[in-house]
């Protein structure tokens, strides 16, 4: 059985730093793959598939080094899965036309993997162990972490 626990971060200027590069980074990629996907739509009709997105990072890592040096490729990976997710519920009827991200609105990016709890600490990939305040205990193998900043900088 799966579970979700919420709990709250106490980042240091550093992290908070680079959760904000990563935020950055997963709104950037995930606007620029809405944009590729929205132009190959009205040239053929299809949308892109999931390799499609995947296949866009490493040529976009070349392109953009600030994206391979601020942000986990996990995290940009799961960008891609969300969005093609959010084109399949679009197309099922379960859900309205995927939207750009801006700035103003809510924040998330989401580790897959390599996430643990030390004590007090989530250990989180380019980001180190931030300060945390768990409200019941973690039992079992964490399997997503989904990181979310809410509009007024929670």
């Known amino acids: ?17 680079i959760l904000a590069r990563s ?6 990629y995930w606007n620029y793959a809405l944009n590729a996907c929205i132009q190959h739509y009205q040239e053929t009709g299809k949308t892109l598939k999931l ?16 994206l391979k040096e601020d942000c986990y490729s996990a995290v ?5 899965i969300n969005l093609n ?6 197309f099922q009827g379960r859900a309205l036309k995927p939207r750009f991200k801006s700035k103003q609105g809510k ?14 600490f989530l250990c989180v990939p380019k980001i180190g162990e931030i300060k ?7 039992t079992g193998t964490i399997k997503t972490v989904t990181i979310s900043k809410t509009r007024s900088d929670k």
């Open 23 to 28: 935020f950055g980074c997963a709104r950037w």
């Open 76 to 80: 940009l990976q799961c960008v891609a």
């Open 132 to 138: 945390a305040v768990f409200h019941r205990l973690i």
């Open 107 to 120: 924040q998330s990016i989401q580790y897959p993997q390599n996430v643990t709890v030390k004590g007090d």
């Open 51 to 66: 390799a499609a997105y995947k296949g866009m990072l490493p040529q976009l890592k070349k392109e953009f080094p600030w």
């Open 1 to 17: 059985m799966l579970k979700a626990v919420k709990v709250r971060l106490y980042p240091t200027p550093e992290q908070g730093l």
């Open 85 to 90: 997710q959010a084109y399949t519920n679009y």
